[in-house]
């Protein structure tokens, strides 16, 4: 079964300033998607970025980044210039595209304070 | 267009009350998850329907959850029985398709209390 483990359940950074949130995740899988979503107070979750596991390149959105080492099974998120806009939690999840299903399986999230 | 709405968007239920929540999923779209998110929690997967098909309910953690989407477009949660334990957000997400990657688009959830 696979796992996602994120080690770091609040951080903080000074707007303006560069962040980044750990992950971690186990599987056997050869191909796979890993994405970050955010869900702000308001509780919607929005995806941020999404990496496919046969790309070696990594993915980047504006200021979002990640950093994808795939034999580490290591997924991070790079914030740059962070905003107040920011601030959210922050999950990170993992899909396996065989199969019928597509269910997301979720780390426990990170907290992220962005303070002016 | 209009997004994935639920409602609704906050329940409190007394212990041993049924609920029902909605989800009314983007147009169009095929596939339909049910999560539930526990307070300080990740999103957990119960159940997933391919149009009206529910071709997971893996994760429904007792046979009190149930989930229907006959017409293949709205989709009802229902828990009967509800326990202290079912307190949680309760997330709707649909996607377009069955290829390798359709991203999942998120309803607002609904926040179920049980007393």
């Known amino acids: 079964a696979q796992t996602v483990t994120q080690s770091q359940p609040e951080m903080s950074v000074q707007e303006a300033e560069t962040v980044t949130l750990s992950c971690t995740y186990d599987?056997?899988?050869?191909?796979?998607?890993l994405f970050w979503y955010k869900q702000p107070p308001s509780r919607q979750m929005i995806l941020v970025i999404r990496?496919?596991?046969?790309k070696q390149q990594n993915a980047t959105e504006n200021r979002f980044s990640v950093n994808f080492q795939k034999a580490a099974k290591s997924f991070s998120l790079k914030i740059s210039d962070s905003q107040l806009g920011d601030t959210a939690m922050y999950f990170c999840?993992?899909?396996?595209?065989?199969?019928?299903?597509?269910?997301?399986?979720w780390g426990l999230g990170t907290s992220l304070a962005v303070n002016p | 267009g209009a997004g994935v709405s639920q409602s609704p968007r906050y329940k409190v239920a007394k212990r041993g009350q049924d609920v029902a929540l909605r989800c009314d999923p983007i147009?169009?779209?095929?596939?339909l998850f049910w999560y539930q998110q526990a307070l300080g929690q990740g999103p957990e997967f119960l159940t997933y329907?391919?149009?009206?098909?529910?071709?997971?309910k893996s994760g429904l953690p007792s046979d009190r959850f149930f989930a229907e989407r006959p017409e293949g477009s709205v989709s009802t949660l229902k828990i009967q029985r509800t326990q202290q334990e079912d307190s949680a957000v309760y997330l709707c997400?649909?996607?377009f398709g069955l290829g390798n990657y359709n991203e999942q688009f998120f309803g607002p959830g609904t926040r179920l209390t049980v007393l």
């Open positions: 147009s169009g779209h095929v596939s």
């Open positions: 329907f391919q149009n009206e098909a529910q071709l997971d």
């Open positions: 599987t056997s899988e050869n191909n796979y998607y």
């Open positions: 999840a993992f899909m396996k595209p065989a199969g019928n299903n597509r269910k997301l399986i």
């Open positions: 997400a649909s996607s």
């Open positions: 990496q496919e596991a046969y």
